[in-house]
Nanobody
């Protein structure tokens, strides 16, 4: 059974940086697609970034150039480096995983809160 645990959230001023971590427990990490989503109060959960097992990445237009997703297969960790943070980045950030590159996300973490103040 896969379990995901996010960490690294917090409060930061606009223009600041944070790095989120997602620790993956269970087999198959190196082949799993890992992703980050976020949900602000009153809004739907939205895609932020994803990374394939082979390292290919995809980003939402709103974070392209500011956020970087990466992974360490030997440590079963996926990272989300966030720079030049804006108040509109404030949300609960969730880590997700799925086997392979296609299909629905299968597993989710409980989320970590990111608050950006102006």
């Amino acid at each position: 059974q896969v379990q995901l645990m996010e960490s690294g959230g917090g409060s930061v001023q606009a223009g600041g940086s944070l790095t989120l971590a997602c620790v993956f427990s269970g087999g198959g990490f190196s082949a799993a697609t890992m992703g980050w989503y976020r949900q602000a109060p009153g809004r739907q959960r939205e895609f932020v970034a994803a990374i394939l097992g082979g390292g290919g990445t995809d980003y939402a237009a709103s974070v392209l150039g500011r956020f970087t997703i990466s992974r360490e297969n030997d440590k079963n960790i996926a990272w989300l480096q966030m720079t030049d943070l804006k108040p509109e980045d404030t949300a609960t950030y969730y880590c997700g995983s799925k086997r392979g590159a296609f299909g629905s996300w299968e597993y989710w973490g409980r989320g970590t809160q990111v608050t950006v103040t102006s």
